[in-house]
């Protein structure tokens, strides 16, 4: 039966986003996988399961609501079931979730005490536990004193969004304010989720939603999963996400965070009706604008230029210290992939005509 629960409430936890690029820092580039009998070994390094495989919400999206069979892991049985699978090595990290079958508080109650125990047992490893939307401060606070990492899903971008496909939870305050209490507890260390495509929203939308978050929560890492329509749920007609606008959103998003550039910026990447189109924004935004002279830009705005990164960036300005670069040979001495890069750069000083390759 342990065994049945375990295959059922870790597939039915498969659509939360926890990449190797969340927990990396905890564990190790290996995929986290669930559970799988099949598997040699049993598992991936991190155990993502839920506590409850039922939930008596309305999310329009979610296969969990429309479970009937009750399939559920006391704190005590799911504690157990980690600590054999971890002492025997087949589990590195815990990735905990739940439906909502009863009281929201009862089950935030049941998944910090899954937590409790294992500390109290001798386990120290990773801990990711998954905020329910309308949960308390004061479980907010316990969860984030027994967890590496605690989150909730922000799900869409606006409280009308939500409303379409979730009418249980209320924006605002189940989610955007349990949400803030979440970065206080883990600041920097706590991330989040939107199902994209599910609500009808533009990218424009999302835009101004993800730059909120980075402004006001600062979470670690957004996921972006792509809406899939799931049989028997009332989205079942409603038009799959295509993979590549997920890719997109995760180029917006290193756009966003590590490279400096602003949200009013990525506008420009948007077409009329507000969406980004199939084509890395990085080089919508360069085709707008002129080549980048590598030898006199600004970092922030070499970082502009597709194929040139943090490290990149940081190279280049390093070695026009020591001479000007001469052309796409250099650029392949710092690490860039000249013939992307080479589109939209052109070399020269201030007392040289500028050369653009690749014209
Ligand atoms: S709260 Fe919504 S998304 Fe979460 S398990 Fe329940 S129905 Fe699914």
Not at 125 to 130: A, E, F, Q, R, V
Request: charged fraction near 25%.
């Amino acid at each position: 039966m342990q065994e049945r629960k375990l295959t059922h409430l870790t597939a039915a936890g498969r659509f939360d986003i926890c990449s190797p690029g969340e927990c990396i820092r905890f564990l190790s580039a290996a995929p986290c996988i669930t559970y799988n009998p099949r598997v040699a070994g049993g598992c991936g390094r991190m155990l993502k399961v839920l506590l409850h495989g039922t939930c008596s919400y309305d999310c329009a999206y979610c296969s969990i609501r429309l479970q009937r069979e009750r399939m559920s892991f006391s704190p005590e049985e799911l504690a157990g079931t980690f600590l054999n699978l971890w002492r025997e090595g087949l589990v590195g990290g815990l990735f905990l979730s739940s439906g909502i079958p009863k009281d929201v508080d009862l089950v935030m109650h049941d998944i910090i005490e899954t937590g409790e125990i294992l500390r109290r047992r001798g386990y120290d490893g990773y801990m990711h536990l998954k905020i329910l939307p309308g949960a308390t401060r004061a479980d907010i606070h316990d969860a984030a004193r027994v967890a590496n990492r605690i989150s909730i899903n922000i799900e869409t971008t606006s409280s009308d969004h939500l409303g379409s496909i979730a009418g249980v939870k209320d924006y605002r305050q189940d989610i955007l304010k349990r949400q803030a209490w979440v970065a206080e507890e883990k600041p920097g260390n706590h991330i989040t989720q939107v199902v994209v495509g599910a609500a009808g929203e533009t990218d424009a939308d999302l835009l101004t939603c993800v730059a909120d978050q980075y402004r006001r929560v600062r979470p670690f890492r957004i996921h972006f999963a792509a809406f899939r329509a799931l049989p028997g749920t009332p989205l079942e007609s409603h038009p799959d996400t295509p993979s590549w606008r997920r890719r997109r959103w995760y180029q917006a998003d290193y756009l966003l965070r590590d490279y400096g550039i602003s949200a009013d910026e990525l506008q420009a990447a948007l077409d009329e009706e507000g969406f980004f189109g199939n084509r890395d924004p990085k080089e919508v935004l360069a085709a707008s604008t002129g080549p980048v002279n590598v030898n006199l830009a600004s970092r922030h705005d070499l970082l502009r230029v597709p194929g040139i990164g943090p490290k990149g960036a940081d190279r280049i300005l390093a070695m026009r210290r020591e001479r000007p670069l001469a052309g796409i040979g250099d650029l392949r001495r710092a690490g860039i992939r000249g013939k992307t890069a080479g589109q939209h750069v052109a070399f020269g000083g201030p007392d040289t005509v500028q050369t653009r390759l690749f014209p």
